[in-house]
């Protein structure tokens, strides 16, 4: 059966095509390469960011700034393929805020700093992230709803107020669900705040930065009619339903690539059932750990990163998609499931895998797919790279499933 998204580029064919037999006749003499970007090519050697940019979907990494001075190839691979950061650890609460009154800023301003100079969007990830083991245990004692209601606001305007108009978006709220689980989970601020704490961190968070679009990030809600996924979505509903200032819903995407399968068509179902609500989605922390040490698990996780990637970028509101990291060389896999797994885009030599042609050629696909606004003689450019790329999948995504 084919996918929803090769339907969706096939309607993009079939309306670009009455008008390019229109155009045809005024056009005897153009050169069609001559007005398609050269990044859109299907043998072109852009980078990832340059192809994002022309996709107007930022394309991310998490990052760990402790690696900057470490890793001397770190930040130059980061800042040549990536157009948005997210801290991996930096921006949470015990990294910023470990006790009482105490802020150290260092390592998020590092983030913000390289950003800023790379001209790169940042996601701050995340302000409240409350399972018992992601807070400090201060937090985790407060004896009284007040104290607690208290430091969360202080913690939420501190934050999210020294980076006002340079943190683009926020993970609100994060894993506000149980883990794996269909509940809500019961941290120290659902038992004594109440299931209303995430709607009191949107609220302040907004107030602190009215500038920054606000996200509920949560894994595992990614096929609908599931308890799980139902869940999750009564959540966000009834945040919209209270007013509540969310704009988006952040996909963690950490993906057991090998080991369960993944439906891209039921990928994008839940997108869409997000989209329709009217919010952004994002893929916020790709990754994709493969079983086995062979080339096929490669090629297998290239091909589920085209597909995922793309049925999520085939819906005009998701909007951007962000790996868990970039090279295996640095993984919280390895540390969380043990080594091996190979989870990103790179290799521990940095060298690209072919998952990284895969998610570049995704985003080829979104930015052929975009509304034209170049006249007649790029409509029939994209028309030709449509077929090209249809022709020819991007390298590494052979395997049969
Ligand atoms: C992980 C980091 O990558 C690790 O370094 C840290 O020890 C634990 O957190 N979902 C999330 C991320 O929302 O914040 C987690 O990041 C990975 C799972």
């Known amino acids: 059966m084919r996918s929803e998204r090769a339907r969706a580029g096939d ?24 007005s398609l970007p050269a990044c859109l090519a299907p043998d072109s050697d852009c980078s990832l960011r340059e192809v994002a940019a022309l996709a107007g979907v930022p394309v991310g990494s998490a990052v760990n700034p402790a690696l900057f001075a470490v890793d001397p190839l770190y930040v130059p691979t980061l800042v040549r393929e990536f157009d948005s950061v997210t801290s991996e650890n930096a921006h949470k609460w015990p990294s910023l805020h470990p006790a009482p009154g105490v802020y150290d800023f260092a390592a998020a301003d590092a983030v913000v700093e390289l950003a800023e100079a790379n001209g790169m969007r940042v996601r701050g990830h995340t ?6 083991e992601r807070i ?113 819903v ?21 997108v869409r059932t997000f989209t329709d609500l009217g919010l952004h989605v994002e893929i916020t922390e790709m990754d994709v750990p493969m079983l086995g040490g062979g080339a096929d698990a490669l090629d297998l996780q290239a091909e589920i990163v085209q597909e995922v990637v793309g049925a999520c970028l085939a819906v005009p509101l998701c909007d951007a998609v ?21 989870p990103l885009l790179f290799d521990e030599a940095y060298e690209r895998k072919p998952a990284y042609f895969a998610l570049r050629h995704a985003l080829q696909e979104r930015a052929l797919a975009m509304p034209e606004p170049a006249g007649p003689a790029s409509a029939l450019a994209v028309l030709a790279a449509l077929g090209a790329l249809a022709r020819r999948r991007a390298p590494g995504c052979g395997v049969a499933r």
């Open 322 to 342: 962000t790996f868990w990291g970039f090279t295996d060389l640095h993984t919280w896999i390895d540390g969380t499931f043990g080594p091996g797994y190979r």
């Open 127 to 132: 302000l409240l992230w409350a399972n018992p």
């Open 136 to 248: 400090p245990g201060y937090v985790n004692d407060m004896a009284s709803p007040d104290v607690l209601r208290a430091e969360l606001t202080e913690h939420i305007e501190t934050v999210v107020g020294r980076y006002a108009g340079r943190i683009a978006a926020w993970d609100v709220v994060n894993e506000p669900l149980e883990n794996l689980g269909s509940t809500l989970y019961e941290n120290v601020f659902f038992q004594q705040l109440g299931p209303g704490y995430i709607a009191e961190a949107f609220r302040i968070a907004h107030a602190a930065d009215p500038s920054a679009l606000l996200f509920l990030n949560e894994v595992f809600v990614t096929v609908p009619g599931t308890e799980r996924f139902d869940a999750f979505l009564a959540l966000v509903k009834d945040l919209i339903a209270d007013g509540v200032p969310i704009h988006g």
């Open 250 to 270: 952040g996909l963690q995407t950490h993906l057991l690539g090998g080991l369960v399968p993944v439906d891209p068509a039921t990928f994008q179902a839940a």
């Open 11 to 34: 309607g993009l064919a079939r309306r670009l095509s009455s008008f390019a037999v229109v155009a045809q006749g005024l056009l005897a003499g153009t050169s069609l390469a001559a």
